[in-house]
């Protein structure tokens, strides 16, 4: 089935608003984890025009690359290294404005200068994966998006 995403090109906020009853209605009686990720990725990627949008899930001790738009990746990120692997260690959104500035940034591309990442959580509140976005400026992210983007994830949400 072909979806469309309609979004105006209100505020950032306004965007956020509009997109989140389009992921429930996207998500909606599907069942397979890979295929939802798959499109939450596209469309933030397609909504915002973020320079990465991917999602990276729990395996063992590390963060598996899954589901993205944009260029290649890292395919690997251990527990407590880098944004990502910081998020998932301490179960909580990061959001950073300047990631070299960040101690221990994994540059999977030297073209993000800025980055958030959100952890999926299970319904016992484990981390199973993280919602990572990286942008090719500084100080794209903010209470905005972490707010929107939590609220998001929490439709991903795995039952245990």
Not at 40 to 50: C, D, H, P, S, W
Not at 91 to 115: K, Q, Y
Request: hydrophobic letters at 45%.
């Amino acid at each position: 089935m072909a979806e469309d995403l309609y979004i105006s090109n209100g505020t950032k906020e306004e965007r956020y608003a509009a997109l989140l009853p389009q992921l429930k209605g996207l998500l909606s009686g599907e069942t397979d984890e890979v295929a939802n990720l798959a499109n939450v990725a596209a469309a933030l990627k397609e909504t915002f025009g973020f320079f990465w949008v991917g999602f990276y899930r729990v395996v063992g001790d590390e963060l598996v690359l899954g589901p993205f738009q944009g260029p290649v990746a890292c395919t690997r990120i251990r527990k407590g290294r880098g944004v990502c692997g910081t998020a998932w260690q301490e179960a909580r959104t990061l959001v950073v404005p300047d990631v070299d500035a960040f101690p221990g940034h994994i540059a999977c591309s030297s073209l993000s200068r800025s980055e958030i990442v959100v952890p999926l959580l299970d319904g016992a509140g484990e981390v199973w994966g993280v919602l990572d976005i990286d942008s090719s400026e500084f100080n794209t992210f903010d209470d905005v998006d972490a707010r929107f983007l939590e609220e998001a994830c929490r439709l991903l949400a795995r039952n245990v």
